[in-house]
């Protein structure tokens, strides 16, 4: 499974991005039969999670730190994952990965930087 995160950037307190999350590589099982994740690590922090989605689709959850900024979704069909930021503060500034969990097998991105900053 290999996922690739894009939509990271500079945006300014308050200010909005799109973080996207391509998925391929399902050879076995396919991509709805993954839980999807999204985690962030910022400078000299250990990485932490962000939210979470059922393999539906029709479930999430959130860090309390996001909750009502944030909404992550999904699209089976395309094999993408979605996470709209909105309201941005600067400490959302982190490296954004994507995580797709089956069982007791995980597979990561490479990360997205995404920078608030005046």
């Known amino acids: 499974v290999y996922l690739e995160e894009s939509g990271g950037g500079v945006v300014q307190p308050g200010g909005s991005l799109r973080l996207s999350c391509a998925a391929s590589?399902?050879?076995?099982?396919?991509?709805?039969?993954?839980?999807l994740n999204w985690y962030r690590q910022a400078p000299g922090r250990e990485r932490e999670f962000v939210a979470a989605?059922?393999?539906?689709?029709?479930?999430?959850v959130y860090a309390d730190s996001v909750k009502g900024r944030f909404t992550l979704s999904r699209d089976n069909a395309k094999n993408m994952m979605f996470l709209q930021m909105n309201s941005l503060k600067l400490e959302d500034t982190a490296v954004y990965y994507c995580?797709?969990?089956?069982?007791?097998?995980?597979?990561w991105g490479q990360g997205t930087q995404v920078t608030v900053s005046s």
């Open positions: 989605i059922t393999r539906a689709g029709d479930n999430t």
């Open positions: 995580n797709a969990v089956r069982g007791s097998r995980g597979s």
């Open positions: 590589g399902f050879t076995v099982f396919p991509f709805c039969s993954y839980a």
